[in-house]
């Protein structure tokens, strides 16, 4: 959210100034990991489809200006494989609940059942017979690292400022002015956007510090035993195979010439401290997610490890996210969390805040995203 913002504001021609305690893109917060799923019938609700619209539109400018490969329209394929649908983000059937709002607003795609699934997408040959999959043609993933990086070399372009390196100790707001605290300077803005991921609760205090919950998440890219069983437009995925909401996983097609398949699941078990996060992988971890999730489900698809990485997501009561005015801080703007679901609203997210910022208003209607649908003080 923040390189997006950056990029906007500096294109809109805001004197801006970006800050990050790492070098981003990097792989310490929760925008890594070579992919992430885009779709437009989001089951999260009608409320982020604009978002997505508008990202879709902004990474294939990037990727003109750029010249960088960011966005995959490989197609998306939400499935259930199970007795019962599992409860997910929010909704009691996550595949019903995506082919309702892809029929309420009008967005193309297809009804699947299992033979058709099976044909069209050998590697998900081990579904059940009265499994059903939504495919979403105008789906994909994006190069989230890719996507950062051309962000912030076109707000570098465009006259923004980049401070890495460098932590954000405290905002304070007075008299119309905010001043942000950064390593061992002081920096005053007129209005602050704080897109903080899993440090926004420590650095904006209350109500934040009891809505945000920051949950540890793993990935696993899995050696490939019969590449050819896939089809040369594989989508990504997210798959139902039992009745709770652990029995979920999702994942990527193989990207070519790396022999792997990356596949990972959501966990929602908050940090006791963000400093004690464990960014190891373990044995037992690898052999739970292949028990539980890749053996039983993929064909073409080996237990055998290529690599694994562990991100965080940070995540609000409601799996919503946050986009509103701080309730104690005047002119600061919080933009968290996005609870495991937002980088492929980000590049739009980031265009709706550089308008609200300028203007006092944005295209996209934010108001789903207001912290006082937590009633909290």
Known sequence: MGAATLYQLAKAGADVVGIDRFAPPHDQGSSHGDTRITRLAVGEGAAYIPFVHRSHAIWRELEADSGEALFEQCGVLVMTSSEAPARHHGAEDFTGHTIELARRCGIAHEI????????????????????????????GYVRPERCIAAQLNAARKLGATVI???????????????????????????????????????????????????????????????????????????????????????????????????????????????????????????????????????????????????????????????IDDHPMLANVTVVSACSGHGFKHSAGIGEALAQRTLTGRSDVDLSAFSVSRFNVR
Not at 234 to 258: K, Q, R
Request: glycine residues 8%; hydrophobic residues 40%.
């Open 112 to 139: 699947l059942n299992a033979s058709q699934i099976r044909a069209r997408f050998p590697q998900f040959g081990p579904v059940r017979d009265d499994a059903t999959g939504y495919f979403e043609p105008e789906g």
């Open 164 to 322: 890495t390196g460098t932590t954000v100790s405290s905002i304070e707001s007075d008299d119309g002015v905010v001043r942000v605290r950064a390593g061992d300077r002081t920096l005053a803005a007129s209005k602050v956007i704080v897109c903080a991921g899993m440090w926004s609760a420590n650095l904006l205090g209350e109500p934040f510090g009891a809505l945000l919950k920051v949950c540890r998440q793993t990935l696993f890219w899995f050696r490939l035993e019969e590449p050819s069983i896939f089809p040369e437009m594989s989508p990504t995925f997210i798959l139902s195979h039992g009745p709770l909401e652990t029995d979920i996983c999702y994942g990527f097609p193989p990207v070519p010439g790396e022999g792997s398949m990356k596949i990972a699941t959501e966990q929602y078990v908050g940090l006791d401290s963000i400093d004690t996060l464990d960014r190891n992988v373990s044995d037992a971890e690898v052999a739970q997610m292949v028990r539980s999730h890749v053996s039983e489900n993929f064909a073409g698809v080996t237990p055998e490890l290529v690599k694994a990485a562990v991100c965080t997501y940070t995540v609000t009561p409601d799996y919503g996210f946050i």
